[in-house]
């Protein structure tokens, strides 16, 4: 089989439009179809002829994801488990927020190979990077399945942003286009649990995408244990890297901590947290850990999280705690695993 067209990049895009003898505003009217209008077939690009859309079914097949398991929470989150063209299955969250905004919640890969301790993602095992077409059509189907235009994007889903780094960013690109998602930048945001060489070539990326970090412990030996995965980035490291993040893009780094009873709550645990943040612009979410099935990790409890917050933010490191959404449906954070695959 030939490649799919998600398989491309806008750029790539138009090296196959140029490559089939096409005029360059066919490249933007097949991304147009294929994001902002999320055609399900090139039978629904009704401005292209009958033997282009031939062409291009026959050099680069369009392989939409089916939808085999969706599940909606109490509180209004939505996920879907999306099965690829290869039979790949992949997780995505829609999130409404009562002042009519929509927040997908997307992911960069199948599975993950970081191994967080407390993460039901890296259980399941790694299957593969996502394209930059499957990255970004996440985007238009939840849209589509719940009716109402995306506002915002968190790229906190399955998967190491960084560890698929172009196809994330070419993602990004197709997200933020204003003639096809049109998703402004600075509602776009990347999660890495701490990629060091990610994040540099992060702060030189033009547009102001916004960058949010897996922290969940600044003791190091803590943090090792609980992200594996992340050892070889050490804790004076990534502070460094932050650090000249903050000075290239002057945008705002989110440090995301999920507090667990007994691991991370304890007061060196705070000390070393205000330490790290210290003198940099930054922002703390404090994270309830949303329970997974076997698991040795546990939440603190609400007075636990309200008491760090007014402690950082006594101590001059902003922070808030953040309104876990979908817990009920293994859709929040940390939660998402493929668990229709095993209930097929």
Excluded at 23 to 35: D, G, H, K, S, V
Excluded at 313 to 327: E, K, L, M, P, W
Aim: with cysteine; charged share 20%.
């Amino acid at each position: 089989m030939k490649p799919i067209i998600e398989t491309y990049s806008l750029e790539q895009l138009a090296d196959i439009v140029k490559e089939l003898g096409l005029p360059q505003f066919r490249t933007r009217q097949i991304a147009a179809w294929l994001y902002a209008k999320n055609a399900a077939s090139y039978d629904d690009m009704s401005d292209l002829s009958k033997l282009l859309r031939g062409t291009l079914a026959e050099e680069c097949p369009l392989v939409r994801p089916r939808i085999v398991d969706q599940q909606a929470s109490n509180d209004g989150t939505r996920k879907f488990v999306l099965e690829l063209h290869d039979g790949v299955l992949v997780e995505t969250v829609g999130i409404p927020s009562e002042d009519g905004r929509l927040t997908v919640c997307c992911s960069s890969q199948s599975g993950c190979a970081m191994n967080c301790a407390f993460c039901a993602t890296g259980r399941s095992g790694f299957r593969r990077n996502l394209l930059p077409g499957e990255i970004a059509e996440q985007v238009p189907i939840v849209s589509d399945q719940l009716d109402q235009r995306v506002s915002n994007v968190v790229m906190m889903g399955q998967g190491e942003p960084f560890a698929n780094y172009s196809n994330a960013i070419n993602a990004l690109h197709i997200m933020n286009h204003p003639k096809l998602l049109g998703i402004g930048a600075r509602r776009i945001t990347v999660s890495t649990c701490g990629v060091i060489p990610g994040i540099k070539r992060f702060s030189q990326e033009p547009e102001q995408f916004t960058l949010a970090i897996s922290l969940h412990s600044a003791v190091q030996e803590t943090r090792d244990h609980l992200m594996p995965g992340v050892t070889n980035y050490p804790l004076l490291e990534l502070r460094k890297t932050v650090q000249d993040y903050l000075d290239k893009t002057d945008r705002r780094v989110t440090f995301e901590y999920a507090l667990m009873r007994g691991i991370n709550d304890s007061p060196r645990e705070l000390e070393a947290l205000i330490d790290f943040c210290s003198g940099m612009l930054c922002h703390v979410n404090l994270i309830p850990l949303n329970e997974i099935s076997d698991s040795s990790f546990h939440p603190v409890t609400h007075k636990r999280m309200q008491e760090w917050c007014d402690q950082l933010n006594a101590a001059g490191v902003n922070a808030t705690i953040r309104n876990s959404r979908g817990s009920d449906i293994a859709g929040a954070c940390g939660q998402l695993a493929n668990s229709y695959a095993n209930h097929r």
